[in-house]
């Protein structure tokens, strides 16, 4: 058995759930406030993210850039070095070359000359080397 609500009782139990509305509505807008506000701060802290990724990303392409052309520099000094490794070898030999015919030419100036002292010895006699010297 229910019983039955005077209308005085149901306008009553009417205005508590609509104030009990009211409340939780103006609850539900003010959280709704906040977390728009938290959204907001969001959208901002994302913003800067990205432009902090936007300018490490062109940073990053900038030294990628120079580690190329430092790549390249180091492969032309590379090169370099190596070409001119080549070239004092080269000279290493031609030195050595150099210093054997020298040794040679020494060695033939040498018998030249005593070749020579025997020529002037039987012209002049023993007479004149003792002069000379």
Excluded at 27 to 42: C, F, Q, R
Excluded at 48 to 60: C, D, F, M, P, S
Excluded at 86 to 95: A, E, L, S, Y
């Amino acid at each position: 058995m229910t019983q039955e609500l005077t209308p005085q009782q149901r306008l009553t139990q009417i205005e508590k759930i609509l104030q009990s509305a009211i409340k939780l509505s103006h609850s539900n807008t003010a959280k709704i406030n906040s977390l728009s506000e938290k959204v907001a701060t969001n959208n901002e802290m994302i913003e800067r993210i990205g432009q902090k990724v936007e300018t490490n990303l062109e940073a990053i392409a900038g030294l990628t850039n120079r580690v190329d052309r430092l790549t390249e520099q180091m492969g032309r000094a590379t090169e370099m070095f190596i070409d001119s490794i080549r070239v004092i070898q080269t000279m290493q030999t031609n030195i050595e070359t150099m210093q054997t015919d020298i040794r040679e030419m020494q060695s033939e100036v040498r018998g030249l000359q005593v070749e020579n002292r025997r020529i002037i010895d039987r012209v002049f006699g023993n007479d004149n080397n003792n002069n000379m010297e």
